[in-house]
């Protein structure tokens, strides 16, 4: 079949396309399995902990694009076999044997998603590498899609009331976890692995100092290794495909920290104009008295 046309609307719930068969996710939002972990979802809903959301990826425009494209909301949709293949085929193709090992300590760092493991016969580890899979959030809840699914059958909307957190989840969350194990890894003389979704990257270039970013580098201890949603005819579901890796340095990372370059940094100038139309419309400042800075 051809490529599903995608709304603002959730585009796989329980790892179903939705758009392909929304009239038969009924068992699958009772069941409540995650097929990317081969058991039960693992995001409850806020307001009710044993039900889950089940919201793999929802349609959103991004950075100005005409057309919604399938945004990863939840990190497990990266577990399916084609990123753990990618990460073996690019990182690791001499390793004879590989074990991945989930949520390690890393002590001050937290916990890393998953460790691949290489061991001699003995059991001695010979060699490891790190990797952090990171999603997108939302604003707002995607939820009453999935209810409507519960009790119409279908979408009622063709456009639901969420948005895309880019900045709590990739300029914040994100590249806080990239700057404390990256430097952890680095001491290591080691390399550790974010993987996130292509459009994750592009917001990170839009609102990051990235000019210490650059092509892969195995010298660098922090790679961002993104993946593309791309829909398959043969299976008539969306699936991740390796789309770039992105190298960088600790002092790389400090840029990125800093935010924009500052040739973008917005001027004094416009800043005050923000503050009056902002005080102008909470009704706290007058127009005509301000009329000058607007």
Known sequence: ???????????EIFGQPCHVRTTGLKAEIR????????GTCVKPRKSEPSVKVGICSLGYKCLGSVEHQPVIICPQRFKEISMFNSIRNKYLPHWTNIEWISEVNMGVGGSVDYVAITADKRGKIIDFLCIEIQAAGTTGSPYPAVTDIIHKGKFQRESYNYGINWANEFSKTMMQ???KKGRIVDSWG????????????QYIKT????????????????????????????????????DEIMSTGIEGI???LGGAPVDHHISEGEFIANIVRKGIADKILDKARYSDHQ
């Open 177 to 179: 976890q990239v700057y």
């Open 207 to 242: 609102v990051c100092d990235t000019k210490k970013l650059i092509r892969s580098n195995a010298k660098l201890p922090v790679d961002f290794c993104t993946f593309k949603m791309v829909w398959s005819d043969r299976r008539s579901s969306w699936m991740l495909k390796f």
């Open 190 to 201: 080691r390399k550790i692995i974010f993987v996130l979704q292509d459009v994750g990257l």
């Open 31 to 38: 069941q409540q399995c995650c097929p990317f972990i081969n």
């Open 1 to 11: 079949m051809c490529k599903p046309v995608i709304k603002k609307q959730p585009v």
């Open 254 to 256: 400090n840029l990125m």
